[in-house]
């Protein structure tokens, strides 16, 4: 966690290089707040560890799914093939029998 932002040293350099008191401690605590805005969107270590967990775990998932993908995509393509052949076989048959039978 970043640390806290210190209003009092702040405002005291700022009064010391020659600001008024309440401008120093008005711009002290404009600052203080602006940092304190975005604190809340900050990463923490916890938060990476469990990102990182998860994107493992993803990974993981999509190395599967792909897996299984290739093992259709090789099941369909050697369904279609044996259908080919099958087709192939079957007009050349039909071709020999048309020629047997023309005299």
Avoid: C, N
Avoid at 24 to 40: I, L
Wanted: hydrophobic share 50%; glycine share 6%.
């Amino acid at each position: 966690m970043a640390a806290a932002f210190d209003t009092l040293t702040a405002a005291r350099r700022m009064e010391d290089a020659g600001m008024k008191r309440e401008q120093a401690e008005a711009v002290a605590e404009a600052v203080r707040t602006a940092a304190e805005s975005g604190r809340e969107e900050l990463a923490t270590k916890s938060d990476i560890r469990v990102l990182k967990a998860d994107m493992a775990a993803l990974k993981t998932e999509l190395k599967a799914d792909i897996a299984a993908v290739r093992v259709e995509l090789v099941d369909r393509m050697q369904s279609g093939e044996r259908r080919m052949y099958a087709a192939v076989f079957g007009v050349g048959g039909l071709l020999f029998a048309a020629l047997k039978l023309v005299p």
